[in-house]
T-cell receptor, first 114, second 110 residues
């Protein structure tokens, strides 16, 4: 079974630039999550989708972050404009049927904003 | 606001030692608690606990949940250097959110 795919693996940008991350969940998984993990901290939920609807985006900084999940499959997370404090690993995860089923994580994208 | 607190934040032990990692939580309409191991980037699933007092076991790892006192422990016996990782505790709320704690960084020295 193919896992959760994310790209790119690494990205370095200057502050005020924009960046986009892509995630392809495991086939058939209805729930997709984007987490931000700053060094030394646990993953922080940015947005959670159930199919192509948003379950929770309460911690997504909506003035600069946006995410979409077209057709309930792939998802993109965008930051525009980036700030220094956005430097982190962005993890995508998916689960079969909601948060009460095991979530599988991708390898993440390490973003460095300089 | 849903909250998951793990302790200790870091732990250094010698091979062969037994360790206990703690996770306490405050969440609206608790559904389940999960433990993950994070070695490099991607956390990998260890256990899901939904009922109090029932131990889940996998090799040298075991975990138990106390829903009355709102905590869980993860035990690792006869630790090995390969157990070195960050162990993450996460809780599923009634709104189906998956919320993580900050993790416990375990270092096992030979």
């Amino acid at each position: 079974e193919a896992g959760v795919a994310q790209s790119p693996r690494y990205k370095i940008i200057e502050k005020r630039q924009s960046v986009a991350f892509w995630c392809n969940p495991i086939s058939g998984h209805a729930t997709l999550y984007w987490y931000q993990q700053i060094l030394g901290q646990g993953p922080k939920l940015l947005i959670q989708f159930q199919n192509n609807g948003v379950v929770d985006d309460s911690q997504l900084p909506k003035d600069r972050f946006s995410a979409e999940r077209l057709k309930g499959v792939d998802s993109t997370l965008k930051i525009q404009p980036a700030k220094l404090e956005d430097s982190a690993v962005y993890l995508c995860a998916s689960s079969l049927l909601g948060a009460n089923t095991e979530a599988f994580f991708g390898q993440g994208t390490r973003l460095t904003v300089v | 606001e849903d909250k998951v607190v793990q302790s200790p934040l870091s732990l250094v032990v010698h091979e062969g030692d037994t360790v206990t990692l703690n996770c306490s939580y405050e969440v609206t309409n608790f559904r389940s608690l999960l433990w993950y191991k994070q070695e490099k980037k991607a956390p990998t699933f260890l256990f899901m606990l939904t009922s109090s007092g029932i131990e889940k076991k996998s090799g040298r790892l075991s975990s138990i949940l106390d829903k009355k006192e709102l905590f869980s422990i993860l035990n690792i016996t006869a630790t090995q250097t390969g157990d070195s990782a960050v162990y993450l505790c996460a809780v599923v709320s009634g709104s189906e959110k998956l919320v993580f704690g900050k993790g416990t960084k375990l270092t096992v020295n030979p």
